[in-house]
C-alpha cells in the first residue's frame, strides 16, 4: 500500500510493506508503513525530520497514525535498550526491581540526563512489571532480530 504523499507529513525514505514485518503482528496490522521525511510542524524556513507510523483501516488512513521527531524515535530505542537490560538482571529483586532505589539509570544526553525508572506511581506496579517482563520474554526473539540489526548497522558506521 501506498503512503500518501500529498499531507502535511513529506516522506523522504518509506517502508511500504511494514504491514509484513510488524513483529507479532505481521500481516494482522493496521500499521502499513514507516518513514522519515519532513515534518508536518515545520514552520517558514525551518526543517525538522520526523519518523511517521502509518495507519490503515482498510479503507482510509487512519487519524491514529503517529509522527515523532527523529531524536525521539532514538531516545526510544535507548529506553528498550535499557528497559531489556535492566530486565535481563531483574530476577535478583522479588518485584524485580529494587523499590527503595526505582531508578534503573540516568542516562547523559544534552547536558543533562534522562532518567529511566520503575514507575512506581502506577499502583499495580508489581503486577504491570510482572506482565512487562513477560512480554518481554515472549517477544526477546522478534525484539533481539532487530538489536541486532540495529547493532550491526550502528557498527558499520562507525557507532
Request: glycine share 6%; charged share 25%; hydrophobic share 35%.
Amino acid at each position: 500500500m501506498k503512503i500518501p504523499t500529498t499531507l502535511k507529513h513529506k516522506p523522504v525514505i518509506v517502508t511500504e510493506n511494514y504491514g509484513n514485518v510488524d513483529g507479532r503482528f505481521a500481516n494482522q496490522t493496521d500499521t502499513q508503513g514507516l518513514s522519515l521525511g519532513l515534518a508536518q510542524w515545520n514552520d517558514r524556513g525551518k526543517v525538522d525530520i520526523s519518523a511517521k507510523v502509518w495507519r490503515h483501516t482498510g479503507d482510509k488512513w487512519s487519524r491514529q497514525s503517529e509522527e515523532l521527531p527523529i531524536h525521539r524515535v532514538l531516545d526510544l530505542a535507548i529506553l528498550v535498550a535499557r528497559s531489556i537490560s535492566h530486565f535481563r538482571e531483574s530476577y535478583r529483586f522479588p518485584n524485580l526491581y529494587d523499590p527503595a532505589n526505582p531508578i534503573i539509570d540516568r542516562i547523559g544526553l544534552q547536558g543533562d540526563a534522562m532518567t529511566v525508572e520503575v514507575c512506581t506511581d502506577n499502583e499495580k506496579i508489581n503486577e504491570d512489571i510482572r506482565l512487562f517482563n513477560q512480554a518481554l520474554s515472549d517477544d526477546s526473539e522478534l525484539v533481539g532480530e532487530r538489536l541486532r540489526t540495529l547493532s550491526s548497522i550502528l557498527k558499520d558506521m562507525g557507532y
